[in-house]
């Protein structure tokens, strides 16, 4: 069994940065396109980024485009989410997780192993 956990998460003033990591054990780690989502009170999960398995190829939601860069480091078996100029409607538990190969990179479906989140506070 795969497991991921999301570490790095606090609270933090608007235009603030925090970087949250998403710790693998498994050896499947290195070929896995791996993913972000989040999930704010009330509302439904949503995607946030996506990185394929050799960390060349990158997505983003529009809404975090140019402020977040998802990133891995195959040897430590980690992904990142480095997160910038923060605003309060980023405000969520932030979750990472392994996609399946060939799904749709934005939808919760094509991801089959899930971290346990991680809070983000984002403060106006």
Not at 11 to 27: D, K, Y
Request: aromatic letters at 12%; charged letters at 20%; proline letters at 2%.
């Amino acid at each position: 069994q795969v497991q991921l956990v999301e570490s790095g998460g606090g609270l933090v003033q608007a235009g603030g940065s925090l970087r949250l990591s998403c710790a693998a054990s498994g050896r499947t780690f290195s070929s896995s396109a791996m993913g972000w989502f989040r999930q704010a009170p009330g509302k439904e999960r949503e995607f946030v980024a996506t990185i394929n398995w050799s960390g060349d190829i990158t997505y983003y939601a529009d809404s975090v485009k140019g402020r977040f860069t998802i990133s891995r480091d195959n040897a430590k078996n980690t992904v990142y989410l480095q997160m910038n100029s923060l605003k309060p409607e980023d405000t969520a538990v932030y979750y990472c997780a392994r996609r399946l190969s060939g799904g749709g990179a934005t939808l919760a479906r094509s991801y089959d192993y899930w971290g346990q989140g991680t809070q983000v506070t984002v403060s106006s």
